[in-house]
């Protein structure tokens, strides 16, 4: 089976604040057939549904133990907890800091993984033998407006609101399809500062950048929070892992000031940077280029 049949399917275009993993493919965009294309024939389609389905079975196995210790590790609610924490006495001493009063405080933070917790969807697809995060999952997943807060999430949130500080969420969940049921989970959950002024979702282009600008314009924005290098506005959008881990390091005084990371080893851009193309790997190339991480 060659690796281009699989393309599309396994192409991760997830949508969601740090879902994303690899190329956008938007799930709701129309499909155009090339003149002189040759159509697929039953028997490729089945031998690709096969394929597609090991690729899922594998995603998900690699997937069990990060998802299953972000289920139910006290660990991981610590983690929480200590990031909302440091994250709330930045607001506070930016509250008192007269060389801020220029602009109105604002703080910038990313949904998915962030305030918002998707691991009960995520771990039920896996149990079915899914790992593969993509579009239409994705769209499935936000509509059930099922999506949990992040233990401490509503507490910290409504606490910088009433600090006066505004609250920006800026998430890669994909706004002509996802906006209004997004607000409306985030209101049913008690997350305040819930509008399309304040939930700022990918649209045209998934680098956060400009929407941080965005904000930056009209606001001094004292924290940046996110669960993916690309919540933060260091320029880690499309590069390879070498030059992501040298940004990181040179902003090394910013997290735990004025960037506040939250744990994700279940997903993310971290994925796709192991390699070019991981995610169109097969199985057993994408595990040859695992194991040679692992014995680095």
């Not at 690709?48 to 389905?53: C, P, R, S, V």
């Not at 790992?131 to 233990?151: L, N, Q, T």
């Not at 959008?237 to 090394?252: C, F, M, Y």
């Not at 000031?257 to 995610?279: C, D, H, I, M, R």
Request: glycine fraction near 6%; aromatic fraction near 10%.
């Amino acid at each position: 089976m060659k690796r281009s049949s699989l393309a599309w399917y396994v192409a991760v275009a997830c949508l969601g604040g740090t879902l994303c993993m690899g190329p956008v493919v938007k799930a709701d965009s129309p499909t155009t057939v090339k003149a002189g294309s040759t159509v697929p024939t039953a028997a490729t389609t089945q031998d690709e549904q096969t394929a597609l389905k090991e690729k899922q079975q594998y995603q998900a196995d690699i997937e069990t133990m990060g998802l299953l210790w972000m289920r139910t590790s006290a660990e991981y609610r610590a983690l929480a907890y200590q990031g909302y924490n440091v994250a709330l006495n930045t607001v506070k001493m930016a509250v008192y800091d007269p060389s801020h009063q220029r602009k109105p405080l604002a703080i910038v933070l990313d949904a998915d993984e962030t305030v918002i917790d998707n691991t009960k969807l995520m771990g039920e697809s896996i149990a079915n033998g899914n790992g593969r995060f993509d579009a239409p999952w994705w769209r499935a997943a936000v509509h059930k407006g099922e999506s949990r807060a992040m233990p401490g999430a509503v507490e910290f949130l409504n606490e910088v609101h009433k600090q006066g500080v505004e609250i920006f969420y800026v998430s890669n969940r994909y706004a002509p399809v996802n906006l209004d049921v997004t607000i409306q989970n985030f209101k049913n959950l008690g997350f305040p500062s819930v509008d399309k002024d304040h939930v700022l979702l990918f649209e045209k282009d998934s680098d956060k950048q400009p929407r941080f600008d965005a904000i930056a314009k009209k606001y001094a924005v004292v924290l940046y929070m996110g669960d993916n290098a690309g919540d933060f506005p260091i320029g880690t959008k499309g590069k390879t892992l070498a030059e992501r881990n040298s940004i990181i390091d040179a902003h090394k005084e910013d997290f735990g000031t004025t960037f506040v990371v939250f744990p994700n080893p279940a997903y993310g851009s971290w994925v796709s940077a192991l390699a070019k193309g991981y995610q169109n790997l097969s199985p057993e190339e994408q595990k040859q280029v695992n194991n040679q991480y692992l014995q680095q």
